[in-house]
């Protein structure tokens, strides 16, 4: 055997693999929740179930490659042309092709940071160069620092919000000034995984800044509020050509018959999603306050998950929460994110947070 292996792209090196939060304990063993991966807590609807086992019936079939049906439902929607709609494995799937559709080796890709810790394996395995903008001191998305950050390679900005790890959402004005100041020839990505969480009525809907701007795109998902994620759907609406770009770097067939047919049934139900999202905030809040009365600064959160800066004590504390029984991620040596989950595992980490603080 030849001990040369096959030549790989050497952008490749050093790019970490996705880190996924880690899973509760397995069944049998102590009791444990995962608070680690921003999903929704809620079992499927049996709705949205029926049609899933109604769709497996055909799974020897290729799915819909245009996801035409989903795809004429989301335009409804929104009041889009439905070529302005792309649908991808997640909204992480159609990420990493707006990514391959702008940026290559020597151009750059802005984002914030700390931010979705997928944007820097995104752009290094286009080829492209990452240029991350460290978060304001309130952990908010710098868009003065971002907008002195373009320079002329710039091909793509990410701006999450709200973001993940911490929360944080800019609003409207500053969102507005920012993109008045950014080069029409450069696409800003306003990546809305968890818009449906978002109460600050001043947080602006990116639906609406696309609409006046052919360089903005929109990131939405099925995984979060519509409880989605394993079955992998997510969408962009985009203006052309970009929509065109997405349509081209897809993988085909990469939305599942049963992901669509979910999707589609999920918009159908989706008093009652939202009516659990309501549900989730008010934990949500629930979890800031005591929180904040224990004595932790925590920064304002729009979506489904809280942040503490621990810094050194990042990974001590996420030990400490496993030991409780909830598990949560944290991102050394920045800080520890935790999802807002059942009732339950909430008092389990407040209760875990709060003996954490007594001993400090
Ligand atoms: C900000 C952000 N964008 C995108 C995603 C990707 O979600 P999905 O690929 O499940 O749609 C996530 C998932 O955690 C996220 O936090």
């Not at 320079?151 to 920012?178: H, K, M, Q, S, Y």
């Amino acid at each position: 055997m030849s001990e040369t292996s096959p030549r790989l792209r050497a952008e490749l090196e050093g790019i970490p693999t996705y880190k996924p939060g880690r899973p509760a304990a397995a069944a049998g063993g102590p009791v444990a929740y995962k608070l680690s991966s921003n999903e929704n807590p809620y079992p499927p609807l049996p709705g949205v179930m029926e049609t899933v086992m109604a769709a497996a019936g055909s799974f020897n079939r290729y799915p819909d490659l245009a996801c035409t049906a989903l795809s004429q439902e989301l335009a409804g929607r929104f009041g889009v042309p439905v070529s302005h709609i792309a649908t991808g494995t997640g909204s992480v799937g159609v990420a990493q092709q707006l990514v391959q559709s702008t940026s290559g080796p020597g151009d750059e890709v802005i984002y914030a940071w700390r931010s979705f810790e997928a944007y820097p394996i995104i752009t290094r395995i286009s080829g492209a160069t990452p240029v991350q903008v460290p978060l304001t001191p309130g952990e908010v998305h710098d868009l003065d620092a971002m907008a002195r950050a373009i320079t002329d390679r710039t091909r793509l900005i990410f701006v999450c919000n709200p973001n993940n790890p911490t929360g944080t959402a800019v609003r409207r004005a500053e969102l507005e000034a920012f993109l008045d100041r950014v080069p029409k020839d450069i696409l800003v990505v306003i990546d809305e995984a968890y818009r449906e969480f978002i109460r600050d009525p001043e947080v602006p809907d990116g639906v609406e800044l696309y609409r006046e701007r052919p360089n903005v795109c929109v990131l939405r998902t099925f995984s979060k509020a519509y409880g989605l994620a394993g079955l992998r759907v997510g969408f962009a609406i985009a203006h052309e050509p970009v929509a065109a770009a997405l349509r081209k770097t897809a993988v085909p067939f990469g939305v599942s018959q049963l992901a669509q047919d979910a999707a589609i049934a999920s918009l159908n139900a989706e008093d009652e999603l939202l009516g659990r999202v309501g549900s989730l905030v008010c934990e949500r809040n629930r979890v800031v306050e005591a929180l904040r009365e224990q004595g932790w600064t925590v920064p304002e959160t729009q979506a489904n998950f809280v942040w503490l800066r621990l810094g050194e004590r990042t990974a001590d504390f996420a030990e400490a929460c496993e030991r409780a029984g909830v598990v949560v991620r944290g991102y050394a040596p920045d800080g520890v994110r935790i999802t807002i989950g059942e009732t339950e595992a909430n008092d389990i980490f407040l209760k875990a947070a709060e003996g954490y603080r007594s001993r400090l």
